[in-house]
């Protein structure tokens, strides 16, 4: 009857969606769960070849990637040492080090670790557990220029980057961080007035024992104090 007809309606609405093409859309996709369902040896098999597709393209993709970064790693190295050799980093090489991993990560199939050693026979280090602060400073310095400008720019911070050096090699890591100021904000703390020249702004930090614990302090230094503290 119609009433029988209108309540079956209203349970469909209630369970599948207020209008006609709801309930037809729910009634597709039933359709199509329950042909999967009847055919799911087909479907898996289905699944599997995707699967077998995809992972071969992967390892295609990742092979390419692969010599890229092998090559790649190589030129970068090769221009980082010549940075350093420049900064009096004597006997210490950088190195990269590409690593084939088992299964695919979301950079590829690859580990890419930053090396140093500090002699021929020495055994490469992981940059982050072998260097020293002033030597990761300098090794920034020179990867920066190296790679040059960043569409992103950003803000670099060296402490240390003159630890060792003095004279001529000064000079060189100061005109290297107005080089790379040029295109990333530098913040650099130093003590030698061969680095500190080639700043735009100068700040002066001081420390005040007080009662209980040491208090810091920073200013800008304007005209002759400015002179004055390079000096």
Do not use: W, Y
């Not at 040492?81 to 420049?86: C, G, I, T």
């Not at 690593?99 to 695919?104: K, P, T």
């Not at 002699?119 to 020293?132: F, I, N, P, V, W």
Request: charged share 30%.
């Amino acid at each position: 009857s119609l009433e029988e007809r209108l309540s079956r309606i209203s349970k469909l609405q209630k369970k599948f969606g207020n209008s006609v093409d709801e309930i037809l859309s729910s009634h597709d996709e039933m359709k199509k769960e329950h042909s999967e369902l009847t055919n799911l040896s087909e479907t898996l098999n289905s699944l599997q070849f995707k699967k077998e597709e995809l992972e071969e393209r992967l390892k295609f993709e990742s092979l390419k990637l692969r010599k890229k970064r092998m090559s790649g790693a190589k030129l970068l190295a090769k221009e980082v040492n010549k940075e350093l050799a420049d900064l009096n980093m004597k006997g210490l090489e950088f190195l990269i080090n590409v690593e084939e991993l088992i299964e695919a990560q979301s950079t590829g199939m690859d580990r890419v670790l930053f090396q140093t050693k500090t002699g021929k026979k020495d055994q490469a280090r992981e940059l982050s557990k072998a260097a020293s602060g002033g030597e990761l400073s300098r090794i920034l310095l020179s990867l920066k220029q190296v790679i040059g400008a960043n569409q992103f720019p950003r803000t670099f911070l060296f402490d240390e980057v003159d630890t060792g050096v003095s004279g001529p090699t000064a000079e060189k890591v100061g005109a290297k961080l107005k080089h790379l100021a040029g295109h990333q904000q530098v913040i650099c703390v130093t003590h030698l007035s061969q680095v500190a020249s080639f700043g735009d702004h100068h700040f002066f930090i001081d420390k005040q024992p007080t009662k209980d614990t040491v208090e810091m302090s920073v200013r800008l230094t304007k005209t002759k104090e400015r002179v004055d503290e390079i000096d």
